[in-house]
């Protein structure tokens, strides 16, 4: 039988590079897939339905978890986040490893459900870069940001169960090693 492909989850306080290092590892490895969320936030400006996230209403969402519909999900800044369970078991039967892109909480349930995931946690340089880079980005109010800069440190004192931790301060040696840890 085919190995069942991996199960990597990346987490990380917002602002420290999530999507940009997921980018620069999807560029060197394009057969890698990646689990599109649903989420009860508003879209931000240039995403899109089914490709950044599923945006469902709140009462959709709460429907999902009732069916079972969730690997796994968590409130983030009063928004749901969760992820479909069907694609992730799909691609792995198939042999496709698959990235979640998850908050910590979810990370958890993940691991507890299929105790072979493997856990990275993206850090950035150190705070100051972290809220430089989520003000830089632009892409949230100035009370938005402050609560992520809130959730960020309680994440960051938290993340010491996580199996990899990858400091993200140039793109390109973050995805190098996550792609080593993901290839070994
Ligand atoms: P996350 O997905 O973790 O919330 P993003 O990938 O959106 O974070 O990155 C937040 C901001 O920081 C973006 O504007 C991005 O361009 C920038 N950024 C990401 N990685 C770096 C880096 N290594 N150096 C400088 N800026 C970065
Ligand atoms: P954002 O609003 O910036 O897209 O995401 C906010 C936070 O939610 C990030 O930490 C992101 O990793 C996390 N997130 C995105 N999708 C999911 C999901 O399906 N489940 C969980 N638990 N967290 C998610």
Not at 8 to 20: F, N, V
Not at 63 to 90: F, H, Q, S, W
Request: aromatic share 6%.
């Amino acid at each position: 039988m085919m190995n069942k492909g991996k199960l990597i989850i990346i987490s990380g306080p917002s602002g420290a590079g999530k999507g940009t290092v997921l980018a620069e590892l999807l560029r060197r490895k394009p057969q890698l897939k990646v689990s599109v969320s649903a989420t009860t936030r508003a879209p931000r400006p240039g995403e899109e339905h089914g490709i950044h996230y599923y945006f469902i209403t709140h009462k959709e969402f709460e429907e999902k978890i009732a069916r079972g519909d969730m690997l796994e999900y968590a409130t983030y800044c009063d928004n749901y986040y969760g992820t479909p369970a069907d694609y992730v078991e799909e691609q792995r039967l198939k042999g496709n490893d698959i990235v979640l892109e998850i908050e910590p909480c979810g990370a958890r349930q993940v691991k507890k459900k299929c105790p072979d995931a493997m856990m990275i946690f993206i850090l950035p340089p150190n705070i100051d870069v972290l809220e430089a880079r989520l003000r830089g980005r632009g892409t949230e109010t100035s009370p938005v940001v402050a609560a992520r800069i809130e959730q960020a440190k309680k994440e960051i004192a938290n993340s010491g169960d996580y199996e990899y931790t990858v400091i993200n301060d140039t793109v390109e040696r973050a995805a190098d090693e996550i792609e080593k840890i993901i290839n070994q």
